[in-house]
């Protein structure tokens, strides 16, 4: 089971910019799927990105295609997302899964970090 920690989360103006990474440990970095989730308050946990095991393929949300960016590093066991042009409406605790298929469902990531939260003030 591989364990996953996300960091870069804080507080910005709209308009701005993040980039969250996700280190991986105990497991084979490049044989995972990695996802980008968020959940807002009240709100259910959804899709944001997902990228396939080489990274020259990625799934985007709708509401974030054209201002965030996955992308990974296999020899860093490392996955990123790069978020700009950012709206309040992305507040939200981002979480970073990973999991055995290229999709864009929650139910195909099986492992979970903790979460980093963004917050986008107006």
């Known amino acids: 089971q591989v364990q996953l920690v996300e960091s870069g989360g804080g507080l910005v103006q709209a308009g701005g910019s993040l980039r969250l990474s996700c280190a991986a440990s105990?497991?084979?970095?490049?044989?995972?799927?990695m996802g980008w989730f968020r959940q807002a308050p009240g709100k259910e946990r959804e899709f944001v990105a997902s990228?396939?095991?080489?990274?020259?393929?990625?799934y985007y949300a709708d509401s974030v295609k054209g201002r965030f960016t996955v992308s990974r590093d296999n020899a860093q066991n490392s996955v990123y997302l790069q978020m700009n042009s950012l709206k309040p409406e992305d507040t939200a605790v981002y979480y970073c899964a990973a999991g055995p298929r290229f999709s864009w469902r929650i139910a195909d990531f099986r492992s979970w970090g903790q979460g980093t939260q963004v917050t986008v003030s107006s």
């Open positions: 105990g497991g084979t970095f490049s044989s995972y799927v």
């Open positions: 990228i396939n095991w080489s990274g020259d393929n990625a």
